[in-house]
Nanobody
């Protein structure tokens, strides 16, 4: 069983930055996808950014140019650098990893609030 532990959430003013990190509890030798999702109150969970083991990335249109996802297989971590944050970025952010075996895991979520 793989546990994912997120950190880095919090309260930030509009225009500010946050960096989310997600660490796996065990060594991950191969993965297919590492990603960040978010869920705002009353809305469905949505993909924010994803990175494959080949290094390909995908971003939601709403965060392109502002957010950057990076993965470190050696450290079993995936991070999300969030710049130029907007109030509409407020949500609970979830880390997601799908291994080469097909098994997938979610983090417990970390709150990001963008407000003045």
């Amino acid at each position: 069983q793989v546990q994912l532990v997120e950190s880095g959430g919090g309260l930030v003013q509009p225009g500010g930055s946050l960096r989310l990190s997600c660490a796996a509890s065990v060594r991950i030798f191969s993965f297919n996808v590492m990603a960040w999702y978010r869920q705002a109150p009353g809305k469905q969970r949505e993909l924010v950014a994803a990175i494959t083991n080949g290094g390909s990335t995908k971003y939601a249109n709403s965060v392109k140019g502002r957010f950057t996802i990076s993965g470190d297989n050696a450290k079993n971590t995936v991070s999300l650098q969030m710049n130029s944050l907007k109030p509409e970025d407020t949500a609970v952010y979830y880390c997601y990893i799908r291994l080469a075996s097909g098994d997938a895991y979610w983090g417990q979520g970390t709150q990001v609030t963008v407000s003045s």
